[in-house]
């Protein structure tokens, strides 16, 4: 599995709610990608959905302007 950086330096009008979404998103990235070296296929999962809901938290954040 190759992994893709999310990270990114925070600019100066991002608000606390979007740096936290954002750090939400690396981390279960971080926890999916852990899982994937020693598939247990409900460790996978577990994390990947974790991983699908931090980022739509995020996408979700970016919409509203937070």
Excluded: C, F, H, K
Excluded at 10 to 33: F, G, K, N, P, Q
């Amino acid at each position: 599995m190759s992994t893709i950086q999310v990270t990114q330096t925070a600019t100066a009008d991002e608000s606390s709610i979007l740096v936290a979404a954002r750090r939400a998103v690396t981390d279960a990235l971080y926890d999916l990608e852990l899982a994937w070296r020693n598939p247990r296929p409900d460790a996978v999962v577990a994390a990947a959905r974790r991983q699908l809901a931090a980022a739509e938290s995020w996408a979700d954040a970016r919409r509203e302007g937070a």
